[in-house]
């Protein structure tokens, strides 16, 4: 019997990949979705104005496999907009955001689903560990570090992750599996920001459960085009975005703890922008400290020096 989307043993997985000028990988990434030894996908194709081959060859593979769906946008309008575009009209119960510069390893989604399965319906997320790879697909290392027996000190969160999320970065995005209702509350990524994965982990972890799968189930793309790399420079595009997220954070905060939390993300947040001379976002970042009731002695100095030089 062919799955469909009532199955039970088979929900629906829509895989959302998105491209943008990824011409050299964008065969591995969509040969990785071939490779999946679970039979109940639902595939969109979505091309963010590439300017190289990119629209060639996600063209050459919707042509081979009629049942994927393809958008291609007119102009570039980032990945928030862009997944959104293929969210709001797919049918599946769980969603990966995939960027075609990474890789599924074959098992990835029957794992996630397996996992699902298992969870009630308080959780919104399945992550997993994640191998980084170079342009030239050779593995690099691991996402989590692990001691000599394998173990992963401190393992990563699992269930009400809300105050870690606000703390710290450690969940690796391309590994994310999402539960459809999760992005229907959150009414999808937020249009307005320049990148997704921090405002998405915030809201998400207020009213869902998270759970970490100890495996690996996705190579990660490592390039000098990778967001990581161009983060925290003189006039980061997506540092005033990361602000906005966390002021949206201090509104959804319940607790000491969870405030205490966001407190140390900004603290970071407005050492990082100072080093790098964004010293309009390090006043902005030192005011929601004074919100936050959370000013330490380096705080008050780093805001001052930050409000004469911006």
Same mark, same amino acid.
């Given at each position: 019997?062919?799955?469909?989307?009532?199955?039970?043993?088979?929900?629906?997985?829509?895989?959302?990949?998105?491209?943008?000028?990824?011409?050299?990988?964008?065969?591995?990434?969509?040969?990785?979705?071939?490779?999946?030894?679970?039979?109940?996908?639902?595939?969109?194709?979505?091309?963010?104005?590439?300017?190289?081959?990119?629209?060639?060859?996600?063209? &050459?593979?919707?042509?081979?496999?009629?049942?994927?769906?393809?958008?291609?946008?007119?102009?570039?309008?980032?990945?928030?907009?862009?997944?959104?575009?293929?969210?709001?009209?797919?049918?599946?119960?769980?969603?990966?955001?995939?960027?075609?510069?990474?890789?599924?390893?074959?098992?990835?989604?029957?794992?996630?689903?397996?996992?699902?399965?298992?969870?009630?319906?308080?959780?919104?997320?399945?992550?997993?560990?994640? &191998?980084?790879?170079?342009?030239?697909?050779?593995?690099?290392?691991?996402?989590?570090?692990?001691?000599?027996?394998?173990?992963?000190?401190?393992?990563?969160?699992?269930?009400?992750?809300?105050?870690?999320?606000?703390?710290?970065?450690?969940?690796?995005?391309?590994?994310?599996?999402?539960?459809?209702?999760?992005?229907?509350?959150?009414?999808?990524?937020? &249009?307005?920001?320049?990148?997704?994965?921090?405002?998405?982990?915030?809201?998400?972890?207020?009213?869902?459960?998270?759970?970490?799968?100890?495996?690996?189930?996705?190579?990660?793309?490592?390039?000098?085009?990778?967001?990581?790399?161009?983060?925290?420079?003189?006039?980061?595009?997506?540092?005033?975005?990361?602000?906005?997220?966390?002021?949206?954070?201090?509104?959804?905060?319940?607790?000491?703890? &969870?405030?205490?939390?966001?407190?140390?993300?900004?603290?970071?947040?407005?050492?990082?922008?100072?080093?790098?001379?964004?010293?309009?976002?390090?006043?902005?970042?030192?005011?929601?400290?004074?919100?936050?009731?959370?000013?330490?002695?380096?705080?008050?100095?780093?805001?001052?020096?930050?409000?004469?030089?911006?």
């Amino acid at each position: 019997m062919k799955p469909t989307t009532t199955n039970p043993v088979w929900p629906l997985v829509t895989i959302v990949a998105l491209c943008h000028n990824h011409a050299p990988f964008v065969r591995e990434a969509l040969d990785s979705i071939l490779a999946q030894t679970y039979p109940n996908l639902d595939v969109w194709l979505v091309d963010d104005a590439s300017t190289d081959d990119s629209g060639a060859i996600l063209r &050459e593979y919707a042509a081979a496999n009629p049942a994927w769906q393809t958008i291609f946008l007119p102009a570039n309008v980032g990945n928030c907009t862009a997944f959104n575009q293929a969210f709001r009209r797919a049918g599946g119960e769980f969603f990966i955001d995939f960027a075609t510069d990474d890789v599924l390893l074959p098992s990835r989604v029957a794992e996630q689903v397996a996992v699902f399965q298992r969870l009630d319906a308080t959780y919104g997320v399945v992550y997993s560990d994640a &191998e980084l790879i170079d342009e030239a697909s050779r593995p690099v290392r691991h996402h989590y570090r692990r001691d000599g027996q394998g173990q992963l000190h401190p393992r990563p969160a699992s269930g009400p992750v809300f105050a870690e999320v606000l703390r710290r970065y450690f969940i690796s995005t391309p590994t994310m599996m999402m539960r459809r209702t999760a992005l229907e509350h959150l009414g999808g990524y937020d &249009e307005t920001l320049a990148y997704e994965d921090f405002d998405f982990w915030v809201r998400a972890a207020r009213d869902f459960q998270f759970h970490f799968l100890d495996a690996v189930t996705t190579q990660k793309r490592l390039h000098p085009a990778s967001m990581s790399r161009r983060g925290y420079r003189p006039n980061d595009p997506f540092l005033a975005s990361t602000i906005r997220v966390c002021r949206k954070a201090l509104v959804l905060c319940r607790t000491p703890d &969870e405030r205490a939390a966001l407190a140390e993300r900004v603290r970071w947040e407005l050492r990082q922008a100072v080093r790098w001379g964004n010293f309009r976002e390090a006043a902005d970042l030192h005011a929601l400290l004074r919100e936050i009731h959370a000013v330490r002695p380096l705080d008050w100095v780093l805001g001052k020096y930050a409000r004469l030089r911006k």
